[in-house]
């Protein structure tokens, strides 16, 4: 490992790791990981296409094929024809799924908030409240420059 990616690999393996905690302190919906970042990229984009839904999770459509029938007939996301054009597929969260996935968030967010209250000093939790912001920005730079004409 070089110097000059020392900084990144440390940053990368800290948030990887707390994201694998994260994953194991969900509650069980008997949805896989799939599944649930589908109702959650659901829940951000609003009435999507199975297409539009792909690219932003950047898989293809086929790989959304299953998800989307165990989703829909959970009832937790609905799909309906496009009234501009019969032959797409319009997909949106219905509200059973938005109370599974606002339960699902609530509960890592409680697990979240405990350790950091058991774990953090005041100094420690601080730092890391202004770091969110700045981690949030790299996470979207990546959208953002993906989405920024050439």
């Known amino acids: 490992m070089s110097k000059d990616t020392a900084s990144a690999t440390e940053l990368r393996e800290s948030v990887m790791a707390l994201a694998r905690q994260m994953r194991r302190h969900r509650p069980n919906t008997g949805l896989t990981l799939s599944q649930l970042e589908l109702l959650g990229e659901a829940s951000r984009s609003g009435v999507t296409t199975p297409a539009e839904m792909a690219t932003r999770l950047q898989v293809r459509v086929q790989s959304l094929t299953d998800s ?33 996935l606002d339960g699902d968030r609530a509960d890592r967010d409680a697990w979240l908030q405990d350790n950091m209250r058991d774990n953090l000093s005041t100094l420690e939790f601080n730092l890391l409240m202004l770091v969110a912001p700045v981690l949030r920005k790299l996470a979207d730079g990546e959208v953002s420059a993906a989405e920024s004409p050439e």
């Open 68 to 100: 989307i029938n165990e989703l829909e007939a959970r009832a937790l996301i609905s799909r309906r024809a496009d009234p501009a054009d019969r032959r797409r597929q319009l997909i949106e969260i219905t509200d059973d799924g938005r109370t599974l």
